[in-house]
Structure formats: structure tokens, C-alpha cells
């Protein structure tokens, strides 16, 4: 049972199979089990998770049978949620238990999903490993000594696993695709300003964007159908309608144009992730999509451009943990300024500071034009390319990352670890949606798919990213390691 998608729990929980009881038990069971090894969570909520369940069951009988009711989600630390310890991976927070819920999280209890927990992340959302967390690094579930990837690593872990139906991510630069490629599992970053943003703690607040990560396109749906929509508690939310994502999965792809960017099958590309991917456009052909190269020509310069405005709007963000109001205070401090000095130079860890102060100095006089005005430049160049890729084609599909999960420890400089994102980030500039799916494994680990499709075009690449895993069962397979371990109900 807990292997299933979202949608089977649905089923079974509408046919009276199963009760939402039982279910969130037997997650429970599983993170009991694993979580020891892996990580994944930094707080699990069991008595509350099993009220909620038994709430789910009562609203059941009484004839409700919204999708969502009574199946367990996790959230990423990053989202307020009320009453429960909130500490986006950080020593800032770590002490912080939410007054309130961000809106993610308040349209998921409003569906009746049950909260098993938060899970674990890079420090505010910094990384591409996991490996930033105050809490320690989570273990790849395919091989507990590679990363998950980052920074929704806490949440790719926990779906891969089986430690829950469904969790949320939030994707800056690749968060919420690259842990999905390298755990094997479907994660989406939906157009930006199509999921608010209210009370999800802000990094980088032009490009951070809340989505699904989950057991298959479908369930990613799902879940679309309960996070997206205007919210004018945050100012950058769109006022469009949604459509039923589910409703459009099932179009046939006969004459759907693909565009492969030459830049992103070039040097530095495994030669598995390369024919992984190959062998995913030829299902595509065959289900009648045609394939095309085409131009992305100011790639390359995303990665320096989205490293100039990360930080730059990081620094601004991050200038409220002062430790006035809220989280961690420095023991004894002697005055106002050794207290704002020795709160942020301990509570924040090494790949955060290296943020503030490079965001911080991108900003300054005299340095603005030369950096920060430069890198926004550079963005209106990287959307016009997507604008005229769009022209000629329906989708993008590529690697979602060059290679499978590396190990722990591996990557020691900062520049390497930012080159991790090097197909996703230009997505996040330009306020794309984009998908991650499974595509088979190399040595044991899993490779992810990327699709991308135009603004808010989410239905779209949902349904392209669906249609396959109607005809292949890449994103069935599962870590072998794991198969053993207790739980299962
Ligand atoms: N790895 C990128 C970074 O560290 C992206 C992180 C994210 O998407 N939150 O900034």
C-alpha cells in the first residue's frame, strides 16, 4: 500500500478499501523504519497526523470524497505551518514553531490531506546536495552514500522510500528537479506566480516557486489541482484561471513538436544520462511527437546570471533573522550590534553567509550596474530565447541533470556544486514550467527527463510528461535496497 500513487490511495479510500487510519499507520511505521537511515525528515507529526486521519475518516463518511482527503503528505521545511517547528534546514530557525500556515500548506488542510512532517533541506533552500541542512545530510534512497540531491532533498528521498504519498518542494534554481532525478521521482515547478508564495520563507523571491513531487506525473496533477491559484496575500500570484490538470492528461501527443537544446546534449553530459534521455524521445516518436534540435544561445550564461540575483535578493531576504523577533539569539550579547553580529555569523551556516555576502556586495554602489543590472539583462536575453524556441516548438525536453547522484562529501567548492543546476536554472529565470521524471537507471541509480514547456503552460507539459509513463514504467522502479525494510501494511 504504500507504494502507491496518490491516485490508487484515492480509489481505495472512495471504495471504502482502506481508511486514511491505516494508511498514515503504515507511513508512520515506514519512517519509524527508515528515517533513522535516511534522514529525511526533521520532525514527523504522529499524533497530529493520526487525528487528522481519523478527522479524514469521519468527513468520509459523511459522504465528502475530495481526492486528497485522507491521504499523507510531507511539506519541505520552508513552509509556515502552524503550531509545528518550521527551520528551513537552519540553526536560525530552529527554535521556530510557526504561528500560521503559508497558503501551500492551508489549501492542502483545507483538502484534507493528513501531515506526516517536515521535511529535511538545504540551509534556506541553498544547495544542490542536501548537504547544507543543520540537521545533517539525507541519504539517497537508491544508495545511502550519494546525496538526494538539493535542496528538496528531504522530500525526493521521502516519495522514493515510500515514507509518504506525496510532498512538496520548492524549486529557485533546480530544488524541486534535480532531487527528483536523482531519487528517482516525478517533481514539477510550476510558471512562476502560479502557486503562492504566502509563507513559504523567501530565498530568492523573483525565481522561488512551491510544486508536487511525486510517485507520477498524474499524482502531480493532483496535487496542482489543490496548490495553484491567485492568492492576494502574495502580490506576485497570478489572477488566471486554473485548469483541471487531471481533466487534460490524457491528450494524445500526434504531432506535438519537441525541441531538444543542442547546448543541453554537449560536453560535460554522461554518455547513460545522454542515452537515457534518447531513449525516452524514441517513446515519443512513437507516439507521434516529432524531435528537433534547436538554439538556446544564452544558456551558458544562466548559471553566472541566476548566481548574481539569487544572492542578490537572498541578502535582502535574509536580513530579517536578526534574532530580535524570532529564532536563534546569540547567548549574552553586550549590545545591540554584537547581538545582530554574533545571532547571524552563528545561526546562519558557511554556504549561507558566502550568499549574504556575495549578494550583498552584487548590490552595492558602484558595483550594482556592473553585476546585478548586468544578470537582469542576461534574464531578458534567456526568456527571448525561450520565446523563440516556443515559436518553432511545443516543448523542451533534455537531462535534468549531466549525471546520477554523487557521492556525499564529493563536491567541496562552491562553484562545482552551483554547476549542478546547469539545465534547470535558466527554466527558473524566465518563470517556466518544468518537470523532472524518471528515466531508468545507470549502476543503480536513477536519471531524470526535463520538460519544459511555455508560461503557464502546466497542463501541457503534465500531459506530455503523463503520456509517457502511460507507455513505460521508468517512474515504477524502485530503490532495491530498500524493498526489505518493514512497514509495508
Ligand atoms: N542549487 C541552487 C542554489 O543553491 C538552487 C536551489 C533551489 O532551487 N532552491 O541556489
Redesign the pocket.
Known sequence: MINSTVAELSAALAAGDISSVEITQAYLNRIADLNGELNAFITVCEESALRQAAQADAARATGNNSPLLGIPLAHKDIFCSKDVLTTCGSRMLHNFISPYNAAVVERFNDAGAVLLGKTNM?EF????SNETSFYGAVKNPWNNECVPG???GGSAAAVAADLCAMATG???????R?PAAFCGVTGFKPSYGRVSRWGMIA??SS??QAGPIAKSAEDAAIMMNTMAGLDIKDSTSIDKPVEDYTASLNKSLQGLRIGIPKQHFAKGLSAEVEQAVRNALAEYEKLGASIKEIDLPNSHLSVSA??VV??AEASANLSRFDGVRYGYRCEDPVDLEDMYKRTRSEGFGE?VKR?ILIGTYALSAGFYDAYYRKAQKIRRLIKEDFNSAFKEVDVIVGPTSPHTAFKLGSKSDPVS??L??IY??AV?LAGLPAISIPVGTANGLPMGMHIVGGDFEEAKVLNVAHQLQQNSDWHKQKPAVLASAKGEA
Open positions: 538545504d533552500a541553498m544547495g544542490s538539493g535542496s528538496s520548492t524549486d529557485t534554481g533546480g530544488s524541486i534535480q530565498f530568492a525565481l522561488d541566476y548566481y539569487a544572492p554556504e550568499r556544486m552551483y549542478e543546476d534547470t536554472i527558473n
